[in-house]
C-alpha cells in the first residue's frame, strides 16, 4: 500500500506510515518525536500525502491530523461536553444539520449520550479521554496522534476505544499511539521504538517483541501475553503465537 504518512528528522529518525496503519511509538523519547511533530522545524520533515508540513501550509496539514494529548485532557474549550465536541466542526464551518447528526451517532458510540450536557471538568479520567478522542475523530481526520492517554482509560472504555481506532483505521485511517504501555503495543500492526532519540527499532508488532535482548537492554518489558505465549511454545503447548485472551483459551482447549 502507498505511504500517506512521512516523517524524517535528520538522518536519525525516518519511517513511513500507509493508510490503515495503527502504530506503537515506545520508548524514553516518544515525547521528542511528538515534539517535532508538532513544532515542526528546520530538521525535521513531514508529509501527510503529498503535502509537506510547512509554515505555509500548516493549517491545511492541521486539517487532516488530530492529537489528543495528555498534558490537555483538563484544557477545555467549552461549557459543555457537548460543546467540547463540537467546537471542531464548528470552526470548520459545519451546518447545523451536521453537527448534530455526527455528535448524535459519535456520542452513542463511544458512551457519552448522557453526558453531553455535563460540565468536562466534572468528567472522570476515562470520560474525558473518550471526549477528547471524540472530539479529534468527529472532523473525520486521516491521522490520529495519541500522547500517553490510552492509560487514563479504565478497563472496558478501554475495550471500547481500541474497537473503535480498528474501525478507524479499517476505513483509511493511521493511528500514532505514543506509549509507555506495553501491553497496548498488542494492538498496534507496527512498533516503532525510539531511543536516545534516535530509531532503535521498526517493524511488525509480532517480530519487534521477539527482540527480547533488545528490548530488555532498552529497559522495555514484553507484555504477559507474549511471555506466556513463548513459556507454553517453549514447552511445545502451542505452536505459534495468539495475542489476545480468547485466541489463547481457544487453543488450549483445543
Known sequence: MKDYFKYRYTTDIEFNLSLKTHVAIIGNSGDFFLDTLINNNDKCNIFIGDKEYTPENKFYIRKLMSFVLYKHLNIFVGETVRDEIVFGLESL??????????????SRRFKLDNLLEKDPNSLGSSDKVKMKILSSLI?????????????????????????????????EGVVINITNDM??????????????????????????????????????????????????????????????????VGALWK
Request: aromatic content about 8%; glycine content about 4%; charged content about 30%.
Open 139 to 171: 472532523i473525520k481526520p486521516n491521522v490520529l496522534v495519541l500522547d500517553n492517554v490510552l492509560c487514563e482509560l479504565d478497563y472496558v472504555d478501554k475495550l471500547l476505544i481500541f474497537d473503535i481506532l480498528k474501525e478507524y483505521t479499517d476505513n
Open 93 to 106: 464551518a459545519f451546518t447545523k444539520n451536521e453537527i448534530n447528526e455526527r455528535v448524535n451517532s459519535l
Open 183 to 248: 501491553e497496548e503495543t498488542l494492538e498496534a500492526s507496527r512498533i516503532i521504538i525510539i531511543h536516545d532519540n534516535k530509531l532503535a527499532c521498526d517493524g511488525k508488532t509480532i517480530s519487534v517483541l521477539n527482540e527480547e535482548k533488545l528490548l530488555k537492554r532498552l529497559g522495555l518489558g514484553m507484555p504477559f501475553i507474549v511471555e506466556l505465549n513463548k513459556y507454553l511454545m517453549d514447552y511445545g503447548i502451542i505452536n505459534k503465537y495468539y495475542l489476545t485472551n480468547e485466541k489463547l
